[in-house]
């Protein structure tokens, strides 16, 4: 049961992502695009990866499944985060 209630949290997060990112492309169109570059750059994508990767070796006994789902925002937030950085410097 505790994997079932986990599962939610990951979903209603990613679902307020594309929500505030569809928001964004009606107000003014090409930001989608701005907020989703960070999926062709290498750099951020390895960084998200990582990320990604250490969740799931991390929290798979104690989570199973929902530790993906969690991994694959973890993943994405961080390798947006490290775009933006970029961005920065």
């Known amino acids: ?6 599962l939610l949290a990951p979903a209603i997060m990613a679902a307020a992502l594309v ?3 569809a928001f964004g492309e009606l107000r003014r169109p090409g930001t989608a695009r701005e907020e989703w ?11 998200g990866t ?14 199973g499944p929902a530790a993906a789902a969690w991994a ?6 961080t390798a947006h985060l490290v775009h933006l950085d ?4």
């Open 72 to 77: 694959l925002l973890i993943g994405a937030l």
């Open 1 to 6: 049961m505790a994997a079932d209630t986990s």
């Open 37 to 47: 570059a960070f999926a062709t750059n290498r750099r951020a994508m390895a960084a």
């Open 50 to 63: 990582a990320s990604a990767a250490a969740v799931v070796l991390l929290g798979w006994h104690q989570s």
């Open 86 to 89: 970029r961005d920065r410097s």
């Open 19 to 21: 929500i505030r990112t």
